[in-house]
């Protein structure tokens, strides 16, 4: 067991103590993040100084062949050392010598740790967005081509008004553009370089910390060395926004669960995406969607399980900070899972289309608009509400529906009721007429799509 720190001890570590303090088994994927975090500062000190171009040289060819060798399956991450910067650095010495312990210079694991888990965050942010991005793209694609498919609208899970599919659609895609929005302002929060913190105040050498930075892409360095090694805000900041994603996530499969039921059947799940029983041959189970909602719970979990564990740290680094990591990886992995799974299951389901406007037609989903023609008859709208009501409750009684009823029905209710209200309540008119920006009329539809298209081509950011 190669330490970076024996130096101060004279007894062994007791065996179980080294596994449980040892991260190497999960941090070992931050191996790219590690070692392009030492060529940066490599880089920097033989700049200022600190190394000759002889040791930069040796280092960085080192560094290079550790990365190549990982890459490439000849140099296996093994438990001979606690963490991937202990193994990093062993590998390097081990290869080059005696010159591969100056590597250290000037830092800490401390920021070496904040630096690496930023790097590796920050490629995560932007792999979620991209994958957000895609399901914008099916979403829109399946708008496209249902401005004028008809559905119920819910509220309360009971049919309230008419909507269309497209309009449907359309809620979830605001909602996952904004997730898109929190991944870019996450990515520009977080982009700050803690590297040249040291373990917490610093270091006596002259490194150039804005050198560092630019190098590795950041906006700048960051301020404070005591908050630089000691923030996991942004770790937080991406596991809420995450969360968030598998809420928007789950209440899409628990509607698609639903569409897919034997009562509605609104839907079918392509093959590729449901599962059979053991038992019961007839089923055909929405898995899929069902595990995305259940998963929800998990990154839900890693949120809470982080924000405890910081929220009785005294300044500035904590070995309990090393929790981050394991429950951040798994909610990174199970987001980004469930959106590439959600995405394919949405691209390949079809919609039964004649169910979905059959079932906008029934449940008295006219009634707003029954009241409204009567209003423009000029019925003040409380009267008109209340006439509507009573009619209702007749169609109820009888079994049937508003626009089944003869005129003289209607007329038995009110007087106002004239031959054109069967056109007024016509599904297609309920939709249609509805064209306030942002409802599902097409033709104010068509507008938000255009603002959509406009947004993914990547004209505008930020509009609608
Ligand atoms: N494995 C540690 C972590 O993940 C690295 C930092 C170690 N620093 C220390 N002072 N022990 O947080």
């Not at 609208?153 to 909602?175: D, R, V």
Request: charged residues 25%.
């Amino acid at each position: 067991m190669a330490q970076l720190w024996g130096g101060r001890f004279v007894g062994e570590t007791d065996k179980t103590a080294y596994d449980f303090n040892a991260s190497i088994g999960f941090d070992k994927r931050l191996f790219q993040e590690d070692i392009e975090g030492s060529i940066a500062h490599v880089t920097m000190l033989a700049r200022q100084g600190i190394l000759t171009a002889g040791e930069r040289d040796a280092i960085l060819g080192g560094l290079e062949k550790i990365r190549e060798d990982i890459t490439a399956g000849k140099l296996e991450i093994d438990h001979t050392c606690e963490d991937i910067h202990s193994f990093v650095e062993a590998h390097l010495i081990g290869l080059i010598g005696d010159i591969g312990k100056k590597l250290h210079t000037g830092r800490s694991r401390n920021d070496q740790v904040a630096l690496d888990m930023r790097l590796y965050t920050r490629k995560r942010v932007l792999g979620t967005d991209a994958l957000l991005k895609e399901l914008l793209r099916v979403l829109l694609a399946v708008m496209e081509e249902n401005i004028a498919t008809c559905m119920p609208g819910f509220t309360h899970l009971q049919k309230a008004q008419p909507i269309t599919l497209a309009h449907h659609y359309g809620a979830y895609f605001e909602m996952f553009k904004r997730d898109r929005q929190r991944m870019t302002d996450i990515y520009n929060r977080m982009n700050y370089c803690p590297l040249g913190a040291g373990a917490l105040a610093g270091t006596t050498y002259p490194l150039d910390r804005a050198y560092t930075a630019s190098l590795l892409g950041f906006a700048g360095p960051t301020l404070n060395s005591m908050d630089s090694v000691s923030d996991r805000d942004y770790l937080i900041e991406f596991l809420s926004a995450l969360s968030t994603v598998m809420m928007h996530l789950s209440r899409f499969c628990e509607e698609i669960i639903i569409w897919n039921s034997n009562e509605y059947q609104f839907v079918e799940i392509d093959d590729a995406y449901s599962t059979g029983s053991s038992i019961m041959p007839q089923k055909k189970n929405p898995d899929i969607a069902e595990l995305v909602r259940g998963k929800t719970g998990r990154v839900y979990g890693a949120l809470l399980a982080l924000l405890t564990t910081m929220k009785g740290i005294p300044l500035a680094y904590n070995k309990d900070m090393q929790e981050d990591k394991e429950l951040s990886f798994d909610a990174m992995d199970t987001a980004d899972n469930c959106l590439v799974l959600f995405t394919g299951m949405l691209r390949t389901m079809k919609f039964r289309r004649e169910r979905m406007e059959s079932s906008a037609m029934k449940g008295f989903t006219n009634a707003t608009d029954a009241a409204d023609y009567l209003v423009g008859k000029g019925v003040p709208f409380r009267d008109a509400h209340g006439i509507v009501g009573r009619l209702v409750l007749y169609c109820v009684e009888k079994d049937t529906s508003i626009e089944k009823l003869s005129l003289n029905e209607l007329q038995s209710v009110s007087e106002y009721f004239q031959e054109d209200i069967y056109d007024a309540v016509s599904l297609k008119t309920c939709v249609e007429k509805r064209l306030t920006l942002g409802a599902p009329g097409p033709d104010a539809m068509r507008a938000v799509m255009e603002i959509h298209r406009a947004y993914l081509a990547g004209d505008s950011r930020e509009s609608g």
